[in-house]
């Protein structure tokens, strides 16, 4: 996290970090008669579209909720096809990616994908690792209570050891023990399939993030709809917690 005071900071004219919870594919495939492997595979093609269009605008950090552990408990068939999907992307944009200086992150409890999958993830992570122009996240296999659980756990054979004194305990040191601690908490928060939900993505890291819904199904989202949803984070107002006066004063002490 920037060690700057963030509400000092005029509000960035394109966020930092946009996080997606991309839904949708099963009803929109449903809505066309055909099955909801299908409308995975078109939602394979917007996520393609939101990696160019998050790179075209900017955005340093985008981190896409592709599995949930939640998710695990799926028909096989469609944990299958998700799974092909998803190394299909690694097999055929890799190279792109790797143009493109795109950064390739996983979080989640990866240990439970198939090796195959885990590998190639692996794979991609190590060969497109210091990539800086901007850092694609895969949240595989990822729940927001099991990373704080995996955390806690981590922290607590850290005060086992005598490495950690539980009385300093604060904030800025737990969130070091989260999947990725080098992130920085997402500016906003995108969900598609006209749903209002968290479902259980980041959340820690989605305390102070502005939330943008749409009722646009994934497999229909494109860049002009990411554009769409930055240019409504910057009608918007950041207070993190303080009133819209002390907001602007703070700002107007700055310039
Ligand atoms: C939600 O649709 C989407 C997912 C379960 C995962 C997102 C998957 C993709 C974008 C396809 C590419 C896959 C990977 C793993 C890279 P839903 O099935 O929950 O939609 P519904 O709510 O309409 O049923």
Not at 38 to 46: A, D, V
Not at 132 to 159: N, Q, T
Not at 167 to 179: G, I, P, Q, S, T
Request: aromatic share 8%.
């Amino acid at each position: 996290m920037a060690e700057s005071d963030p509400i000092s900071q005029p509000p960035p004219r394109v966020p930092q970090h946009v996080a997606i919870i991309m839904d949708g594919n099963g009803r929109w495939a449903e809505q066309r008669g055909i099955s909801r492997n299908e409308g995975h595979k078109q939602g394979l093609e917007s996520l393609r579209a939101a990696v160019r269009g998050a790179n075209d605008l900017g955005i340093q950090w985008l981190t896409l909720y592709a599995f949930s552990l939640e998710n695990w408990s799926r028909p096989k068939s469609e944990v299958e096809s998700l799974m092909g999907l998803l190394e299909h992307y690694l097999e055929t944009e890799i190279d792109e990616v790797m143009e493109k200086g795109i950064e390739l992150r996983c979080i989640g409890r990866t240990d439970r994908l198939p090796p195959r999958i885990r590998d190639g993830v692996a794979a991609a992570v190590e060969r497109t690792r210091g990539n800086r122009e901007m850092h694609l996240i895969f949240a595989l296999s990822y729940g927001g209570r099991a990373e704080i659980v995996d955390a806690a756990r981590k922290l607590l054979r850290d005060a086992e050891l005598g490495n950690v004194d539980p009385e300093r305990l604060d904030e800025k040191m737990f969130a070091a023990y989260l999947y990725d601690p080098e992130v920085p908490d997402p500016d906003l928060l995108i969900r598609t399939g006209a749903e209002s939900r968290v479902s259980n993505f980041l959340l820690w890291q989605i305390a102070y993030s502005e939330i943008y819904t749409t009722e646009i199904m994934w497999p229909d989202f494109r860049e002009a709809d990411l554009e769409r949803a930055v240019q409504e984070y910057q009608s918007r107002e950041r207070r993190f917690g303080l009133t819209s006066a002390q907001v602007s004063g703070r700002r107007g002490a700055k310039a």
